[in-house]
């Protein structure tokens, strides 16, 4: 009796399918080859409880921001501009943020503070089916009171729930992922929590750029200055970052007015403030005038609906105001002159002009502005500007949010539902290279080149073929 035709049906197929897939294969395996991670950001509230207890009547203590972090949510700290890679082909993944948080409790009758520890530049590391979240650690030892600062410790470990990090889009996404405290965090933590504890999740999105060909050098003919930027007194180009006020923003988006923030006209969104960009005006002498767009509109619940534009500052005798069009409710004013700051010895460096970070408090019209939600002299975020007045002075960058990330399902109530359910490993859109993932453009177009031959040679055969459905994987 011959032998039967079907084994040597399935093995012609094969061999297409692999020469198929051997000939495209340098291309897959090129774009899922390490890639950067450029833009991004992370959302951890570290834990709700320990900001309740630094709070709350116990420590009566606060916190600050450091290094342009925000807020985000309820609770919630944002960390900004991640660098680092994605291997998509191995699902190995690093990103490193910027941002800390500065903690203070406890205060003694000399002012020093008993319960005083940072947490900075967060950063995650993946590998195969394990995560840990690594931060720089400012502390002050419970008993001995003893500062110590280590840089990155391994301070959580990061479930992922069994998702499969291998992809190759050009954005990563995981959201709420379940964090716990390693024995090397609770000795940076002074302490007040032992190793196991359950930690705030951790929630990122990350742009991945793909690999691009350095460009060859070409000469350029050198530029003769213009009389504008040899002068000194024009602004080329300039920037005023300001985020309002910390608090604000939080009972904007809180439970109680349950609102948004629109940003038009330009404006960018830096996290913990807004830039208003496209800085024009003059500076001598020490004296500044500029002018810049951008637009942010704040609206939600209980008659909430405030829109700064038009943004203004001017520096006269070491003293700075910051100015907007503003319409609020029955309130309606141009020019309206919002905070104060100081700017003293302002002066221009390497072509740029720049004021950073200074402290900035309300005045009268802009107590009014706010409807009596603040008083005039209330202490508002800082003042940050720059004004470039030769065409190659580079501003300060803005923190990178990166791209928006995509929605993900959000899990129902159902106890079925692991803490992980709402993580997607990257991003739908993985083809703005114009490369194809493999699973979609590679593998589908081989095995339709396949399924062709296929059918071809059953008809030959007239062999019948059992379809085998693949059973999804349910947690």
Known sequence: MSPPLRPRLYGGVAALCLAVLGALLPAATAHAASRTVQGGRLDWGIKASFQSYVTGPIAKGSYSLTGGAATVGSGAFRFHSATGSYDGGTGAFTAAFSGGVHFLGHRTDTGAYQLDLTLSRPTVRITGSSGTLYVDVTGKAKDTRTVTTSSQVPFASLSLGGIDMKGGGNAVVLNNLPATLTSQGAKSFAGYYTAGTALDPVSLSVDVQTAKATPTPTATASKSPSKKETSGDGIEDGALDWGVRRTFREYVVGDIAKGEWTLTSGAQ????????????????????????????????????????????????????????????????????PLVTFTAKDLKAKSGLVQVTEAPAKLTAQGAEAFAGMYQAGTEMDPVSLAVALTDDAELPALPDLGSAPTASATPDDSDSVSPAASTEPVAADSTSDGVPVLPIGLAAGALLLAAAVFAVLRRRRAQPAEAAATPSEED
């Open 269 to 336: 969104d830096g996290g913990a403030l807004f830039r208003f960009p496209g800085g024009d005006g003059t500076f001598k002498n020490g004296d500044l005038r500029a002018s810049f767009s951008g637009a942010v509109r704040f609206t939600g619940a209980h008659g909430l609906d405030l829109k700064l534009s038009a943004v203004r500052a001017t520096v006269e005798d070491g003293e700075g105001t910051l100015y907007a069009d503003v319409v609020s409710g029955d309130f309606t004013g141009g020019r309206v």
